[in-house]
Nanobody
């Protein structure tokens, strides 16, 4: 069982930055691929970014490519999402997720955090 706890969300103006963190309670963090998803009101949860177990390979949704960076620190059991040049359309609840294999779909992940709200004002 893996428990995930996100933090770092908040209210920011368009063009600003935020850094989300996701702490995992497991001794085998390095055996999981990690990802960030987001869900805006009235919309389905969508993929944002994913990172392999070693951190060597990352993949991003087109909507955030060049603005967001996913990273991980296996010594700290933590995955991060650095979000720059934020836009109002980035407003959503952001979730981190863990799985044995890297995936870009919701159904590919076994474990989910409770989410953290990110609001970008125009």
């Amino acid at each position: 069982q893996v428990q995930l706890v996100e933090s770092g969300g908040g209210l920011v103006q368009a063009g600003g930055s935020l850094r989300l963190s996701c702490a995992a309670s497991t001794r085998t963090f390095s055996s999981y691929a990690m990802a960030w998803f987001r869900q805006a009101p009235g919309k389905e949860r969508e993929f944002v970014a994913t990172i392999t177990r070693t951190g060597y390979t990352t993949y991003y949704a087109d909507s955030v490519k060049g603005r967001f960076t996913i990273s991980r620190d296996n010594a700290k059991n933590t995955v991060y999402l650095q979000m720059n040049s934020l836009k109002p359309e980035d407003t959503a609840v952001y979730y981190c997720a863990a799985a044995s294999l890297q995936s870009t779909v919701v159904t590919g992940y076994n474990y989910w955090g409770q989410g953290t709200q990110v609001t970008v004002s125009s």
